[in-house]
């Protein structure tokens, strides 16, 4: 066909593959914002939503709408998720890049400390902590898990080198954890990282490998001596109760004999005014009955008597008073 009567058909070509790729356009314009004004935020996260760059809002969890083409950005935080970071030491499987240095050396280096007493020591401790505002977190500072390793470990130093080795090592602990929690907190807000502190637990705290063996020496003698006092204190607390028991009862003895013997002397002071009182009366009488009852009371207590006549001058047979041998011979 001649070039006349083709040029209709191609400008009606034209105009068809202009007006699909039109549509084409528009349907990939629709998808891409579809796709990009659509999100979901994790359970343990929050999605921070950056308009234009700026921050506009906080959203929680679940399937959520933004403006599209990139006018929204949203950076989803973990605020629900416990992190850890670990000094002198890694835990091999760690998510959390910032938990430990990488290098064995960093890590050495971590550890090396000064306590108060000048004495050096190698303390290993970890840090649990989770992120409580997340415009503070990714607004404030710039890289703050790096900044709160490096705070902890200004903070650590500087709560050890307060203290001596001793009390670093052992007696010290929980109340370093503590001092350090609070003082890490307290630059944690002045900074206003965005962060909350929720344990400061101590590790491995021990003296340099040079001179570890002498210093178990030292705290397995510390230890026995420990022990020492504690069985001393036992004994003790065993012997003092035990004393003062034998102590009361020989009081209390005491006490009672006193009574006894002021109660008998009060008895016979009163028999003796009554009897003063009836020997006045009759005074023979009295007299009488006291030799015949003390002779009742004594006579029984000599056993076998034997009576003479004082001008007896030849033998005779003896004459039994005795009661039982009286019976015999009448037998």
Not at 215 to 227: G, H, I, K, T, W
Not at 262 to 280: C, H, I, K, P
Request: aromatic content about 6%.
């Amino acid at each position: 066909m001649p070039d006349d009567q083709l040029r209709p058909l191609r400008e009606v070509l034209s105009k068809i593959n202009f007006g699909i790729a039109k549509l084409a356009a528009a349907a990939l314009a629709v998808a891409v914002g579809i796709g990009t004004s659509i999100y979901a935020v994790p359970t343990e996260s929050v999605g921070v939503v950056l308009r234009f760059g700026r921050y506009h809002s906080t959203v929680e969890p679940g399937l959520r709408f933004k403006l599209p083409f990139l006018i929204d950005r949203v950076q989803k935080v973990p605020v629900r998720r416990q992190l850890k970071q670990e000094f002198g030491f890694g835990t091999a499987g760690a998510t959390n890049p910032n938990q430990y240095s990488g290098s064995a050396r960093v890590q050495e280096d971590e550890k090396s400390m000064v306590s108060g007493d000048l004495n050096a020591a190698l303390v290993e401790w970890v840090v649990q902590y989770h992120i409580e505002d997340a415009p503070e977190y990714l607004f404030n500072v710039r890289n703050p898990d790096e900044t709160l390793r490096d705070a902890s470990e200004s903070v650590m130093r500087e709560v050890v080198g307060d203290r001596t080795v001793d009390e670093v090592i052992t007696i010290g602990r929980q109340e370093i954890e503590v001092v350090v929690q609070q003082k890490l907190q307290a630059l944690i807000d002045k900074y206003e990282m965005g962060l909350q502190v929720d344990l400061i637990q101590l590790k491995n705290v021990n003296p340099p490998v040079p001179v570890q063996a002498s210093f178990n020496e030292v705290n397995e003698a510390q230890q026995e001596r420990e022990q020492q006092i504690n069985v001393a204190w036992g004994q003790y607390n065993r012997a003092v109760p035990q004393a003062k028991g034998v102590a009361d009862q020989r009081v209390s003895e005491a006490e009672g004999y006193a009574t006894q013997r002021v109660n008998e002397a009060e008895g016979d002071a009163a028999r003796f005014s009554a009897v003063l009182a009836e020997y006045l009366k009759a005074p023979e009488v009295t007299r009488r009955r006291l030799y015949l009852e003390a002779m009742r009371e004594t006579l029984p207590a000599i056993g076998r008597k034997i009576v003479l006549d004082e001008e007896a001058r030849q033998i005779l047979p003896f004459l039994q008073i005795d009661p039982d041998a009286r019976k015999g011979g009448a037998r």
